[in-house]
């Protein structure tokens, strides 16, 4: 079954104890991607990733790295964790290529709730 | 900046109803217009998409209408059902020059309702 998962789905943390959310998938995608969901904020891009070794920032990178040193897995890390990143993570998947119009969907995973106090 | 504005933020509809979700984009250089659907406790899923090249795109009671001259493009969802409450989501990736994409920008999401 075609799938990305993440680990653990649930979190509770205190504040400055290093973390990593673990993100798989089994697609070959190149294209992986981490986002943060807040209410009233919507989905973030935090990081994406379009192939091994090449990752980027999205529009709320601080406070987080990525690594992407396998095509299949793409971990969040927080080495110091804030109460302001409380938050629902999604990690996601995608296709990717030298051409357009291309078919982009993400495949996104069942989610992390983080908490941290 | 927020690139992609989306409203309204929560919709009640009644059951047979038609729900309207509205987006607004800035970057013209956006060229694939996705939106994806999530039901509680779930990650998003592909709803429907369309290209700035059709002005108009249905799959079933799902409809996307594209203005490009005003930047705005719209889901329909005709005959809503309560199985359709979930929150969605508008999207557009930035294209790279070089092909595919890049960022991704996400609307802040409507919740739907759709009552009995």
């Known amino acids: 079954e075609a799938q990305v998962t993440q680990n653990p789905r649930y979190l509770i943390t205190v504040t400055g104890k290093k973390l990593t959310v673990t993100c798989s998938q089994n697609?070959?995608?190149?294209?992986m991607s981490w986002y943060r969901q807040d209410p009233g904020l919507g989905l973030r891009q935090i990081y994406y990733?379009?192939?091994?070794?090449?990752?980027d920032k999205g529009d709320v990178p601080e406070g987080y790295k990525v690594s992407r040193k396998e095509k299949r897995n793409f971990p969040l890390i927080l080495e110091s964790p804030s109460p302001n990143q409380t938050s629902l993570y999604f990690c996601a998947s995608s296709m990717t290529g030298p051409q357009r119009p291309l078919l982009y969907e993400q495949y996104f995973g069942p989610g992390t709730r983080l908490t941290v106090t | 900046q927020q690139q992609v504005k989306q409203s309204p933020q929560s919709l009640i509809v009644q059951k047979g109803g038609i729900s309207i979700i509205n987006c607004a984009y800035e970057n013209t250089a956006f060229d694939y217009f996705p939106w994806y659907q999530q039901f509680p406790g779930k990650g998003p899923a592909l709803l429907i998409a369309?290209?700035?090249?059709?002005s108009e795109k249905k799959e079933g009671r799902f409809t996307i209408s594209f203005n490009k001259s005003a930047k705005q493009f719209s889901l329909h969802i005709m005959d809503s059902q309560p199985g359709d409450s979930a929150t969605y989501f508008c999207a557009a990736p930035s294209p790279r020059f070089s092909g595919g994409y890049q960022k991704v920008t996400f609307g802040t999401g409507t919740k739907l309702q759709v009552i009995p």
């Open positions: 990733s379009m192939n091994v070794e090449v990752t």
């Open positions: 369309i290209r700035p090249d059709v």
């Open positions: 697609m070959n995608h190149e294209y």
